[in-house]
């Protein structure tokens, strides 16, 4: 079955403490990007990745990294996860910008 | 820059009503795609529709439609017959050719509809 896995779904933490939040896909999709949703602002897209070893700013990316070491992974790291950063999160892959993308379920992160 | 408004925050009807979901873009490039994602009370993000510049044929899929109209930069979502199930929000979103720098995927804030019985 294709799809997109986050791990983990839930996650409370403390401020400060590093995390990662891994995301991986199964359809050999070229590129997979990271979103945060919060309340009245829609998704903004944090990092994106056109392949391995390629990856981009998107309109949010203070306070976050990424790795696109190999095709099928893309983790979002919060090396200094701050409250701000609580939000629902989802990564995404496509094979390419024009076509749909397919989404994770989601991580919600709670920082305290 | 890109930049699709959904100036609708907040729709409720009643059930069997139309309505329509507004969505307007803002872009400089002559090739680009605009696409609809329904995000259900569960909140997974769901694929609906993926339109490109060069094709402003309407589409009709069952009880939903989609107007492109480029003249006005908008390409609107209307649900015909409403049903409950139908309550989600709804985001419009708006991206460049894969050969483009900068090819961010720019969603718009999302609206956020209620059908009630």
């Known amino acids: 079955e294709a799809q997109v896995t986050q791990n983990p779904r839930y996650l409370i933490t403390v401020t400060g403490k590093k995390l990662t939040v891994t995301c991986s896909q199964n359809m050999n999709h070229e590129y997979m990007s990271w979103y945060r949703q919060d309340p009245g602002l829609g998704l903004r897209q944090i990092y994106y990745s056109m392949n391995v070893e390629v990856t981009d700013k998107g309109d949010v990316p203070e306070g976050y990294k990424v790795s696109r070491k190999e095709k099928r992974n893309f983790p979002l790291i919060l090396e200094s996860p701050s409250p701000n950063q609580t939000s629902l999160y989802f990564c995404a892959s496509t094979p390419d910008t024009n076509t749909e993308a397919f989404f994770g379920q989601g991580t919600r992160l709670t920082v305290v | ?117």
């Open chain 2, 1 to 117: 820059a890109q930049k699709v408004t959904q100036a609708q925050t907040e729709i409720s009807v009643v059930e069997k009503e139309d309505v329509t979901l507004d969505c307007v873009y803002e872009t400089r490039d002559t090739t680009y795609y605009l696409f609809w994602y329904k995000q259900p009370p569960s909140g997974e993000l769901v694929f609906l529709i993926r339109r490109n510049s060069f094709d402003e044929q309407n589409e009709i899929s069952g009880r939903y439609s989609w107007n492109f109209q480029k003249s006005t930069s908008s390409f609107n979502f209307t649900i015909t017959a409403s049903q409950v199930v139908d309550s989600a929000v709804y985001f419009c979103a708006l991206s460049r050719p894969p050969s483009y720098r900068d090819d961010k995927i720019i969603f718009g804030k999302g609206t956020r509809l209620h059908i009630l019985p």
